[in-house]
């Protein structure tokens, strides 16, 4: 076997020099557009927002709180849990005929792909594009907010639902169809009372998930607890903004325990 033989490239200076030409003058154009940020500013401000934040998780507004009125936080979050809760349980109705025009072993072939395309159309588009356009047809307010997350929610449950069907045991609906059974009767005797601990805790899951988009969709303007957040944020209310956001942590991990508890049952 033959020795490797190493060959060294020439030494090239204008290689060299287009190395040094090039990322030198990268280098100062990066250092230039540097200098020109006021650090000193940045920090100062920064400083002063992050030891106001911090003031206001720890004296949190406890009267905000407190506060039965419309205006105040209990409101904001019962309206937030109301929305997913409505938001969610409709639509889970509402996916069941739509994943079954998904499932290929209930439609055939055909079929199904028209209905996978309905619900990957459904889900495109997320909450707030969704909240944006009902707040535009049915105005700013919760409505709008479980629209939102009702339609978007569809697409999702539709599309576990559709797998969860396609992978079932299709013995019991095999033996009600050569016992002459009619389609309505396969599909609540066999089909729904088979699939339905799937769907529940597919449903709370998605319960879990719409918690923190109801949420967000305050924002702009669906109703929820993300209104009076964005506002308290911008006016630099940082005590009011500490006690909302201490309360979603609490009533979302709340959720997430007791959803997760009821899931394991389920399943």
């Not at 490797?4 to 020439?10: A, E, F, G, T």
């Not at 055909?110 to 996978?116: A, E, H, L, P, W």
């Not at 707040?135 to 929610?153: K, T």
Request: with cysteine; proline share 4%.
């Amino acid at each position: 076997m033959s020795d490797l033989i190493h060959i060294k490239k020439p030494f090239k200076p204008t290689t060299v020099l287009y190395n040094i030409v090039n990322y030198g003058g990268l280098a100062l154009v990066i250092i230039w557009g540097f200098l020109g940020i006021e650090y000193l500013g940045i920090m100062q401000t920064a400083r002063g927002t992050m030891q106001a934040m911090i003031r206001g998780f720890i004296h949190p507004d406890l009267a905000y709180l407190a506060n039965m009125t419309r205006d105040g936080l209990p409101f904001a979050v019962v309206e937030t849990i109301a929305i997913s809760i409505a938001g969610t349980f409709v639509s889970a109705l509402l996916s069941i005929p739509v994943a079954l025009l998904a499932s290929q072993n209930i439609v055939g072939q055909r079929v199904s792909k028209v209905g996978k395309v309905i619900v990957t159309a459904i889900r495109t588009f997320p909450e707030l594009i969704l909240a944006l356009i009902f707040i535009s047809v049915v105005g700013p307010g919760a409505p709008a907010g479980i629209l939102a997350i009702g339609i978007h929610s569809i697409g999702m449950l539709a599309k576990l639902f559709s797998e969860a069907i396609e992978s079932m045991d299709m013995g019991v609906k095999e033996a009600l169809d050569s016992c002459g059974a009619t389609p309505m009767e396969v599909l609540f005797r066999a089909l729904l009372p088979e699939m339905a601990p799937e769907f529940m805790s597919y449903t709370l899951y998605r319960f879990e998930i719409n918690m923190r988009a109801a949420a967000t969709l305050g924002l702009v303007g669906a109703g929820g607890i993300g209104a009076p957040l964005i506002f308290a944020t911008r006016g630099r209310v940082w005590d009011r903004v500490g006690i909302m956001v201490i309360v979603l942590i609490v009533v979302v991990t709340l959720i997430d325990i007791v959803s997760g508890s009821i899931r394991k049952k389920l399943v």
